[in-house]
């Protein structure tokens, strides 16, 4: 079977998160402490970057009263009304030259905020004008897709965030953070060929919904936007556990590829509803669970699930002659 680029990408997870951890984990716990008496709190990114906001934002308002607001880079920049001098800004790219997220943070560099990037490129624009940066220590990735980038971008944003505070749950995941390379080289070997499997069984498929709750949601979005559409080219549409009821559960009937996203988080209950709901009506459900693969708490799901997931998206673009980690038009455009 031909092997992509992504492949090697995929298994390399393990290695950059334990450099990350390694080299940017003194930088993280002093930016932690510098932005815990901000005002407010901006989480900013595009396309999988995005993704790792929505997540980070929702494991922290689990557990914490923040004030904490997610938006995409051009939203930030036209939309965003900033009274508050007191806020922090944290930009999330891969590249360091992600054209909207670089309009954003150039615009809070204006607006005298505190600017925080996370990228993979140490020598970007973004990395050189952010007060302050975090490496993540992946190497150049090509994939689309983003596998290592967003693994240990959405590190970072847990490592920072849950540093800001001090107690059991927050110890908890600090602690659980440093378990993750383990974890993920483990599932690693252990899905990938559950997943291939599955992936050939839904090869002919072209539309996916794609369902989560909590910090769970970030993960649909990115399966959904970045993953099987970007690398799979299938159409999928993500969406909170919570509104299935609002609109998707018209769209519902029998063969309908639907892929839920489980942790045993409190929201998970609506997750199951829509799931039951589904069966009644013939769905095709792929449930992806948290209990399956790791015992860790339930707010690092996202981390762990994006394992079996990846493996599902890489093989599902190779059952349909497609290389996962390439595009047709995203380089060609710009705005």
């Not at 970057?49 to 923040?66: K, P, Q």
């Not at 007060?131 to 944003?157: D, N, S």
């Not at 708490?297 to 998206?313: D, M, Q």
Request: charged share 25%; glycine share 8%.
């Amino acid at each position: 079977m031909m092997k992509y680029r992504m492949f090697d990408e995929l298994m390399e997870q393990p290695d950059s998160l334990r450099r990350t951890l390694e080299s940017e984990g003194e930088r993280m716990e002093r930016i932690s402490n510098e932005i815990l008496e901000c005002g407010r709190i901006y989480l900013v990114g595009c396309g999988s970057s995005l993704s790792t906001c929505y997540s980070a934002r929702d494991a922290i308002a689990m557990n914490y009263e923040v004030s904490m607001d997610v938006m995409t880079g051009y939203e930030f920049y036209y939309h965003r009304k900033i009274d508050y001098s007191d806020s922090a800004v944290i930009f999330t790219s891969q590249s360091g030259e992600t054209a909207d997220t670089l309009a954003a943070l150039r615009r809070a560099n204006e607006l005298g905020l505190r600017t925080v990037t996370i990228t993979n490129e140490p020598g970007s624009t973004m990395a050189s004008e952010s007060m302050e940066t975090i490496v993540t220590r992946c190497g150049r990735e090509e994939a689309i897709l983003g596998t290592k980038t967003y693994m240990t971008q959405l590190l970072a944003l847990y490592r920072i965030l849950f540093g800001m505070y001090s107690d059991e749950r927050s110890d908890e995941i600090m602690g659980e953070l440093e378990r993750l390379p383990g974890e993920v080289e483990h599932l690693l070997r252990r899905t990938e060929g559950d997943c291939r499997d599955l992936a050939e069984e839904y090869a002919a498929e072209d539309i996916f919904y794609c369902m989560g709750s909590g910090p769970n949601y970030g993960l649909a979005y990115k399966l959904a936007m970045t993953m099987l559409m970007e690398g799979a080219l299938k159409h999928a549409c993500p969406l909170y556990s919570g509104e299935f009821r609002h609109g998707l559960i018209e769209r519902i009937e029998e063969g309908v590829p639907v892929i839920f996203l489980e942790s045993g988080l409190p929201g998970d209950e609506l997750t199951e509803r829509a799931l039951r709901f589904c069966e009644k009506l013939g769905a095709e459900n792929l449930v992806f669970r948290m209990s399956d693969y790791s015992d860790l708490n339930g707010l690092l799901a996202p981390f762990v699930l994006a394992v079996p997931l990846e493996w599902f998206v890489y093989y599902l673009a190779h059952f349909n002659g497609e290389d996962p980690g390439s595009t047709r038009h995203i380089g060609k455009v710009r705005y």
